[in-house]
């Protein structure tokens, strides 16, 4: 990192994205499991976390570190954590490197840069609002259980507090959730428990600073209107961008399980090249969606396609 633009005591805005730009999330489970590796390494490193948006295809994060080079550790250690982790799933996407940065030195930037990031979802057409999307954790600022009922764990099911239990058990030895373990305890809750352990989860890991964030408006109201009356902008990062909706990723996921019957992406994804360009073409016929995207969603690289 000897040529990044570190500022000593800034915040830094982080963007990554991965070699060809597959997917990295394709479901809640893999967006939980990220969001635990990235906190358990954020207390590690001491790193403070202003905001963290997860795409389908790239994360952007606002932190700041002691120095360079413990940010350096940060980011690899998540990154090749998180990619180790999913690879016993099939659905591991390698993270680019060098990731992309851009420092934030006053408070105008940094206003920026939060609109920018907690917008994401907003600009992709997948909801209306920033606080509306789960994986941003901008809702998570005013509520303990912002997509679901609040959680009264002695009125549980007990399927439910066995799973708070071993939740608990995991965050206490300062771990992170790995997908078999998460599969295994939320494959007999309801939908609606599983929104709730959702929610228990993003709190009890969270490391996101939402107090600094507030410092920079004159309120909660004030910054959530922030939000939605400006998009932000980022000059600084060379981002990929895609014009394409990222509502036509969740239609893909939906023609995989109920037109093509593959109830698990992640059989998809160890599909030969030849099987996929099939896939590829019948998602092809049924969906609005680019040859681009249509790769990235099944890792299938442009060439082949």
Known sequence: MAKRNFKTGKFLHIYQNTNNGFLLFYSASDFLVFFTIFCTMARKYQI???????????????????????????????????????????????FNHPFGSAPKSTEKSLRTALAYIYNNPVEKALVYRAEEYPWNFLAHMYSRHPFSEPLIVRRASYKMRKAIRNIDATYSRGTYLRPAFLRQISENLSPDEKTQLSDYIVHRWSVIDYQSSLTLYKS????????SSNTGSEYEIRETHDSFSHRTYYKMNRI???????????????MSTEEKIEVARKILLKTGASIRQICKFLHLPAQDA
Not at 66 to 82: E, H, I
Not at 220 to 227: G, S
Not at 256 to 270: F, P
């Open 48 to 94: 403070q976390v202003l905001c963290l948006c997860l795409m389908a295809d790239h994360i952007h994060a606002l932190v700041r570190a002691r120095n360079k080079d413990v940010l350096a550790a940060f980011v690899q250690n998540y990154s090749s954590v998180f990619t180790r982790v999913m690879k016993s799933t099939g659905t591991a996407a390698c």
């Open 220 to 227: 909660k109201e004030d910054m959530l209107n922030a939000f």
């Open 256 to 270: 995989i399980r109920t037109d093509l019957h593959i109830q698990n992406i992640r059989v998809a994804l160890g």
